[in-house]
């Protein structure tokens, strides 16, 4: 980021609820201490940003929504929530870390810094988010928005897949979206791309 825009990163606990009810309050203390800002929801967390924007508008300048969602993102995920317990999530887990160990050296970023999240993040947790996210439903909240919105979508994000954007742009016609090159964490990957977005942003919203 360049030196005008200083990140401040919420982080969320890595035990006990998980929920966005539970998880509010570390935004609204986050927002609070600052006299304006813009809010970056990346994923999970989009519901989050819009939420925290309506509560406090005068400091919210901006909403940007990075890979995410106003409904569950997969259309089976409402009636998979009886199965999204700890045990079932961890497994999945375990299988898509399974190629990452086999076929990537210890050395590599990517396979260091997911296994850094995994420590910190049980399935416990994980799994009291994707509940939260089977139940969600934030379409009402993004059109009382009064802040402007940016929707940064990875150009091959099969988690959140494309359809989640188009419903976006249609509760919120107004939403700025930029498309950049990668999957789901293509803010990680191509972390260069997002910073530019990002910028562009803020900076037409200063003018």
């Known amino acids: 980021m360049p030196a005008w825009l200083r990140p401040v990163v919420v982080t969320y606990p890595s035990e006990g609820p998980n929920g966005y009810d539970d ?39 901006g909403v940007i929504l990075g890979a995410s969602f106003v409904r569950p993102p997969l259309r089976s995920l409402p009636w998979l929530r009886p199965l999204l317990n700890a045990p079932v999530i961890g497994t ?48 009402d909240d993004l059109r009382r928005c009064a802040a402007p919105v940016l929707y940064i979508a990875g150009d091959q994000d099969i988690v959140v897949p494309p359809r989640n954007l188009a419903e976006v742009r249609r509760e919120r016609p107004a939403t700025h979206v ?21 910028v562009a942003f803020v900076r037409e919203q200063r003018r």
């Open 92 to 139: 999945v887990l375990f299988l898509r870390r399974l190629p990452l160990w086999l076929f990537t050296p210890p050395s590599d970023p990517w396979r260091r810094d997911k296994a850094l999240v995994w420590q910190r993040v049980r399935a416990r947790s994980l799994a009291a988010r994707v509940r939260a996210i089977a139940g969600v439903d934030a379409r």
């Open 178 to 198: 930029a498309t950049i090159a990668g999957g789901h964490f293509a803010l990680y990957g191509n972390a260069a791309a997002g910073v530019a977005a990002i």
């Open 23 to 61: 998880l509010l309050p570390r935004i609204a203390a986050a927002v609070e201490a600052l006299p304006h800002c813009y809010v970056l929801g990346w994923s999970f967390s989009g519901p989050l940003a819009l939420r925290i924007a309506n509560r406090l508008p005068e400091r919210v300048r």
